[in-house]
């Protein structure tokens, strides 16, 4: 079944590769979307696949990198659009 998730992740999360290492675990489990930094401090991810895969990337949100310390995960779970080809670093918003 595909799925589709809107995360908010807070805590101690910029400025320690949380970016780069959700990218690379979307990679490995095949889950398309994207993931940002805010201003605010929180980092924002979208990402589409098989629910398995996704519900995988959000228990990773949840531990980070290494160097991370997460206080909260907020997802909001969205109908599947299918609009993206792979997952990509965005920068600020």
């Known amino acids: 079944m595909k799925a589709r998730a809107h995360v908010y992740i807070s805590g101690y999360v910029t400025g320690v590769f949380f970016r780069y290492h959700t990218q690379e675990l979307a990679q490995r489990l095949s889950v398309k979307g994207w993931v940002r930094n805010l201003r605010d401090g929180r980092v924002e991810a979208v990402f589409e696949g098989e629910r398995e895969q996704v519900e995988e990337m959000i228990k990773s949100c949840h531990r980070g990198p290494p160097g991370a310390t997460v206080t909260d995960v907020e ?19």
């Open 75 to 93: 997802v909001k779970w969205e109908e599947h659009r299918g609009e993206f080809s792979g997952f990509e670093v965005r920068y600020w918003r």
